[in-house]
């Protein structure tokens, strides 16, 4: 089944501890992004990736890191997490030449 | 930055009525587009109108775009319980060389059986 993976789908954590939030898709996309989901702000995008190797900040990035060494994997690294991290983490992933994109099942992290 | 603006924030309506649901966005676009989320789900694609359009429809769904407003529509005909979700709209156009998503705040929509 075509479909975005994350892990974990929730976290409670505290304040300074290193996390990973893995991503994969199995749909051979060039193109994926993380998005991070709050109440009253819709999905603001956190990073993005056009393939291997090349990332990009989008509009929140501060606080989180991503690598992309393989095509079907991002992951997003929370170095030192802080409690206005607590959100509903997205991957998402996109077809060559579409705007469309598909989304995983999401990541709640509560940071206390 | 957030382009979309989804009105109305809420929607409560009986089964078998229509659903309106619109969006403002800010600046030009390539294209617009509309996303349902299920409760503590992921978003799912809806449907797709691009910039030169005006119109769109897919199922029960159907889109209007009016580029001179910026602004779109969504309607659900004849809804069902299980269109209850959030929706939202979703403009797209180019940050350098990436296609980007510029998502709104969404419009929660409950459907009373």
């Known amino acids: 089944e075509a479909q975005v993976t994350q892990n974990p789908r929730y976290l409670i954590t505290v304040t300074g501890k290193k996390l990973t939030v893995t991503c994969s898709q199995n749909m051979n996309h060039e193109y994926m992004s993380w998005y991070r989901q709050d109440p009253g702000l819709g999905l603001r995008q956190i990073y993005y990736s056009m393939n291997v190797e090349v990332t990009d900040k989008g509009d929140v990035p501060e606080g989180y890191k991503v690598s992309r060494k393989e095509k079907r994997n991002f992951p997003l690294i929370l170095e030192s997490p802080s409690p206005n991290q607590t959100s509903l983490y997205f991957c998402a992933s996109r077809p060559p030449g579409a705007y469309e994109q598909y989304f995983g099942p999401g990541t709640r992290l509560t940071v206390t | 930055s957030q382009q979309g603006e989804e009105d109305p924030q809420a929607l409560s309506i009986q089964e078998g009525e229509n659903a309106t649901m619109n969006c403002s966005y800010k600046t030009s676009i390539n294209n617009l587009q509309w996303y349902r989320q299920n409760s503590g789900r992921g978003l799912v694609h809806l449907i797709l109108i691009r ?15 009016d580029t001179s407003k910026k602004s779109s529509s969504l309607l659900i005909t004849a809804s069902r319980a299980a269109d209850t979700a959030s929706y939202f709209c979703a403009t797209a ?4 060389s990436a296609r980007q998503l510029t998502f709104g705040s969404g419009t929660q929509l409950t459907v009373l059986p």
Request: hydrophobic residues 15%; proline residues 0%.
């Open chain 2, 93 to 96: 156009s180019y940050s350098g």
């Open chain 2, 51 to 65: 910039s030169n359009e005006r119109e769109k429809h897919s199922g029960r769904l159907r889109v209007t775009l």
